[in-house]
């Protein structure tokens, strides 16, 4: 008899560590922020501009990280990015106590050395994982140089910015998305 209540207590114990262990699990938050839709309201250059974003991720936990969407040597060209939707900027999890910054930068190409890309606009997106709970802020991020208008058009789902840098305009939805 205590046999069988000793292994029914370390069968129970098992159990409930393991529920504990998964419970531990689900506080990471996998998480994707997506380029909801743009509307080019004018271009820099004459017939139209190449167009890319530039996504660098800031991390208390890993390392920071840069990535281009679509990866060089693709671009969008101006007059066919009111088709994109949903495009996917980031994608990934965010540790239990993680605080991850993204900078979603929309920049035209161009031809370097000679000739530079050119930042058209900038929005930010503060991401914490806060005991599994994913906590969202959205702003403006700040350059020490700064050729580039951004206004943020705020209380808005999804999240809105004109960007108004390099002699172009663009109107640029962003979501953020739990899975």
Known sequence: MRLCK??????????????????EIQKDIQVVVKMVGITVEKTADKGEDDLFFNITQYSNLKGDRENRIPEYPKHWLSKQVSSLKNVVLWDGKIEKGESL???LSLMEQDFPPWDPDDAIGAAEVNLLNQNGRLKIQWGVPKFEKNNQEVEMLKGGVPQRYIFKGAGSRYDV???????
């Open 173 to 179: 939805a962003f979501s953020v998305e739990q899975k």
């Open 101 to 103: 910054k993204l900078v």
């Open 6 to 23: 000793f292994v029914g207590f370390v069968v129970s114990m098992c159990l409930f560590s393991g529920f504990l262990f998964a419970k």
